[in-house]
């Protein structure tokens, strides 16, 4: 039976840790094989803490999947956009792994952080390390709730995981879009909250749309919905969560999908200026300073695939040669 990775569709935690890593070691065999006891050791580390509700999973990047499972490569994996329209982008950093932890116990993800990188030793490097965090109730550092649209309870598992009719090699993965903006929040604050909720299209406290009659242009809440040209809905789960000190402030966004195509039509929406040149205008205020694309795949999937036949190795290696 596939099961998906436990933090794909968790509910929120307080704390999070996220790892962006770089493989080192041309041994796949090795690692496809520690990738597999990924789910377990979470498994163990979440009984040990389990009042800290501890979720986590392991993404691989879309450049680096042909190399790990040469066999098979989901039906629609594709890296990160290109995504550039006036003085707006989203620079592509492709990493090989996304590995995310989330607890209410910030020491629990420390240790369970320190554990992993223990089990996977010298395969692979910590090219960027977050440390994201839960912000008042559920709100950015904007001051809104965050992603006040997302799907609730069981209809997150049908929004963020691939389905038999999608890919039936890949039931329960997900795709993954991860974009790490950092907030000008000084000049955000100097807005005041009357401008921030005509720009944001909602109501700072409560997160309902404002009416039409209290709208003066273009607001993300209109840039952002989940509902494509043709009027169909986007599938779209977010995991976002703050980060940053007291010198620099931001958001880690990650968008789960079974449908990436959809979501990268959602994403130009949002970047690209439209007939009226009307784009995000968040996106005056929070910059993407970086951007990639995963799979997340199921954990029978990776248990089924930790031993890949030379034979079908060596036949893939051929046909691309």
């Given at each position: 039976?596939?099961?998906a990775q436990s933090g794909v569709y968790a509910e ?214 989940l509902i494509d040209s043709s009027e ?90």
């Open positions: 039976m596939d099961k929120p935690n307080l704390h999070g840790l996220t790892l962006f890593c770089h493989v080192m070691s041309d041994d796949v065999e090795s690692l496809r094989r520690k990738l597999a006891r990924f789910p377990a050791i979470l498994r163990d580390l979440d009984a040990r803490f389990s009042e800290g509700m501890l979720t986590g999973f392991v993404g691989i990047g879309a450049d680096y999947w042909d190399i790990l499972y040469p066999h098979k490569r989901p039906l629609h994996l594709q890296a990160f956009p290109e995504l550039s329209d006036g003085d707006r982008e989203a620079p592509r950093h492709p990493y090989d792994l996304v590995i995310q932890i989330r607890c209410d116990r910030f020491d629990a993800n420390y240790l369970a952080g320190r554990t992993l990188m223990e089990w996977f030793g010298y395969d692979i490097e910590v090219a960027e390390q977050i440390r994201s965090f839960r912000y008042l109730d559920g709100r950015d550092l904007t001051g809104f709730i965050d992603a006040p649209d997302n799907p609730r309870g069981m209809r997150k598992r049908k929004v963020a995981l691939v389905d038999v009719q999608d890919d039936a090699d890949f039931v329960d993965g997900s795709y993954l879009f991860v974009q790490k903006f950092r907030h000008d929040l000084r000049r955000w604050d100097y807005l005041g909250p009357e401008t921030q909720e005509q720009l944001m299209g909602r109501e700072k406290v409560s997160g309902e749309r404002l009416s039409e009659a209290k709208i003066e242009g273009v607001t993300h809440a209109a840039k952002s919905r169909q809905p986007i599938p779209l789960l977010r995991q976002n969560m703050p980060w940053g000190d007291l010198r620099e402030q931001g958001l880690l966004a990650m968008y789960f999908s079974h449908s990436p195509k959809r979501v990268v039509q959602w994403l130009k929406n949002r970047y690209y200026a439209d007939e009226q040149g009307a784009y995000d205008p968040l996106l005056d205020y929070s910059q993407a300073v970086s951007s990639s694309g995963f799979f997340v795949p199921s954990m029978r999937f990776m248990e089924a695939n930790k031993e890949v036949a030379e034979d079908i190795v060596d036949y893939e290696e051929g046909s691309t040669a």
